[in-house]
């Protein structure tokens, strides 16, 4: 995301920048952000895996490092009101192909 923003920005300062190169950033930009809030990444590494769930697991036990990135809204994938591990038995759902959605993430 960084990246993609510095791009961006260089992109801005172009004079020469087109339209048409400017709506392929934002594009990609959009493209970059969606990847970041994807619901059920709580890893955030752009795929949801088995990885996703552990980690939500090891959240709900009270075992994730105080130093990892938590986000609940990501974590929550079933859209109830909370994070617990019916949230990590979706993932795994979903890696396994039971489900093909899992819920939105709402960010405030
Ligand atoms: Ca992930
Ligand atoms: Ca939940």
């Not at 920048?17 to 930009?29: G, N, P, V, Y």
């Amino acid at each position: 995301m960084e990246e993609k923003t510095a791009e961006a920005e260089a992109l801005l300062e172009n004079s020469e920048a087109t339209s048409e190169s400017l709506a392929a950033m934002i594009e990609e930009l959009n493209a970059a952000w969606t990847v970041r809030i994807m619901t059920g990444d709580v890893n955030k590494n752009g795929k949801i895996t088995v990885a996703d769930a552990t980690m939500i697991q090891l959240y709900c036990v009270g075992m994730l490092a105080e130093t990892a990135e938590f986000d609940e809204a990501v974590a929550n994938t079933n859209g109830d009101d909370g994070v617990d591990v019916a949230d990590a038995t979706e993932i795994q759902k979903y890696v396994v192909g039971i489900i093909d959605i899992l819920a939105p993430a709402k960010l405030s």
